[in-house]
C-alpha cells in the first residue's frame, strides 16, 4: 500500500488517506451575508466523491471585518450555522472528513469600512491602512474565534485549522515586520506569539477534535520571521494542544518568491524534525509520485493539494492508479473507475 493512501487516526478523526483539500477562497457570497451558496454545496462534496481523505472549507471568517472579501464564507453569528451543517453532511456522506478554516484578515481585509491589525501599517498602496487594534479589540477577536469554534462544532465539521499564515491577522501578530507593537502583544516571539497562545486556549476550551494551524513559514525578507523560528512557535503550539502544524510561507509584505514544485516541504521538514509535531506539505505538489515521496520520507503527515483538485477534483484515483493502490469507487461510478 503507498503511504499516501493509508489512513490517518487524529484524536479519534480517522481521514481515510493522506490527501488533503487545501483551503481555498471561492468568492462565492453574493449577498455579501457569509451564508452557504449552492456552489459551496457542489464544489467541496465533488472532492469528496473525488476521493481525498480530507476537505478543509475556505478561510471563514470569524468576524465581518475579518473577510478577505465581502463575498467570503462567514462564521461569525448563528445564521451561517444551517448552511455549514448542510455542506459538512455532504461532504461526509461521501467518505471525507470535513475541515474549516477560521480566519481573520487583518490589514488584507478588502471589506468595506474599518479594517484592524496589531500596528497602523498598510500592507501595500493598493490597500486601506487598518487601525491598530486595542487590547479590548484583541480580546473580542479572540472571543469571537472560541464562539466560532463552538459553530464549527455544531455544524458538524471534523477538523478545526487555525490561518496563522499568509499575511492575515495572526501571521500579523507573528511577524515582525508587521508588528510594531509595543506592549504586550509586541517585540518579543513570546509577545508576538501572545494573541495566538490566546486564541488557541480560547478554542481548545470548547474544540477536543482535532486542531492544526496554518502558518507562513518564511517572510522572504531581511527581518521577518524563518522556518527555525518557527520551530520554537511550533513547539508552543503542539504544548497547548494543536496537533498538527500546516506549513505555507509567504504573503505576510510583498516578496519575491521562486516558486517551483515542492519548493515549501522543506520548511514542513524544518518543523516537523524540530518540534516531533506531525506538518503537512503544501506548494506546487501536483504529481502522484512527489506526494508519496513526501510523506514515505517523512518530510509531512499529509499532503495539501490546491489549483491541482481545482483542476482534477478526480487526482486521488489518478494518483492510487499511478501508485498502484486501490481506492474504494462510489458506486455509481464503478463502472467507470478502473
Not at 521577518?224 to 497547548?240: F, L, N, R, S
Request: glycine share 10%; net charge negative; hydrophobic share 40%.
Amino acid at each position: 500500500m503507498a503511504k499516501l493512501f493509508e489512513p490517518l487516526e487524529i484524536r479519534g478523526v480517522t481521514l481515510r488517506n493522506r490527501i488533503v483539500m487545501s483551503p481555498m477562497c471561492m468568492y462565492s457570497c453574493p449577498e455579501q451575508d457569509g451564508k452557504v451558496q449552492d456552489w459551496h454545496l457542489v464544489h467541496y462534496p465533488s472532492r469528496a466523491v473525488g476521493g481525498a481523505g480530507l476537505l478543509i472549507v475556505e478561510a471563514t471568517a470569524v468576524q465581518p471585518e475579518g473577510r478577505i472579501s465581502n463575498e467570503d464564507l462567514g462564521i461569525w453569528e448563528d445564521g451561517h450555522v444551517e448552511g455549514l451543517k448542510h455542506l459538512t453532511s455532504l461532504i461526509r456522506q461521501h467518505g471525507a472528513a470535513a475541515g474549516i478554516q477560521l480566519a481573520h484578515a487583518g490589514r488584507k481585509s478588502e471589506t468595506d469600512g474599518d479594517i484592524f491589525a496589531p500596528s497602523a501599517i498598510a500592507f501595500s498602496d493598493r490597500y486601506k491602512t487598518p487601525k491598530e487594534m486595542t487590547e479590548n479589540d484583541i480580546k473580542k477577536t479572540v472571543t469571537a474565534f472560541r464562539d466560532a469554534a463552538v459553530r464549527a462544532k455544531e455544524a458538524g465539521f471534523d477538523v478545526i485549522e487555525l490561518h496563522g499564515a499568509h499575511g492575515y491577522l495572526l501571521n500579523e501578530f507573528l511577524s515582525p515586520l508587521s508588528n510594531r507593537r509595543t506592549d504586550r502583544y509586541g517585540g518579543s516571539a513570546d509577545n508576538r506569539y501572545r494573541i495566538v497562545r490566546e486564541t488557541i486556549d480560547a478554542v481548545r476550551e470548547v474544540w477536543d477534535g482535532p486542531l492544526f494551524v496554518r502558518i507562513s513559514a518564511s517572510d522572504y525578507t531581511d527581518g521577518g520571521m524563518t522556518p527555525e523560528d518557527y520551530v520554537q512557535m511550533a513547539a508552543w503550539m503542539k504544548e497547548q494542544g494543536v496537533d498538527l502544524i500546516d506549513v505555507s510561507s509567504g504573503a505576510v509584505v510583498p516578496a519575491r518568491i521562486s516558486a517551483y514544485p515542492g519548493y515549501q516541504v522543506p520548511f514542513s521538514e524544518t518543523v516537523r524534525n524540530g518540534t516531533d509535531v506531525m506538518t503537512g506539505a503544501v506548494g506546487l505538489i501536483e504529481e502522484p509520485a512527489h506526494a508519496e515521496e513526501i510523506v514515505q520520507n517523512g518530510r509531512a503527515d499529509l499532503v495539501l493539494l490546491g489549483r491541482e483538485l481545482l483542476r482534477d477534483p478526480y487526482w486521488p484515483r489518478r494518483a492510487a492508479k499511478e501508485l498502484g493502490a486501490e481506492i474504494q469507487a462510489p458506486v455509481q461510478y464503478g463502472r467507470g473507475w478502473n
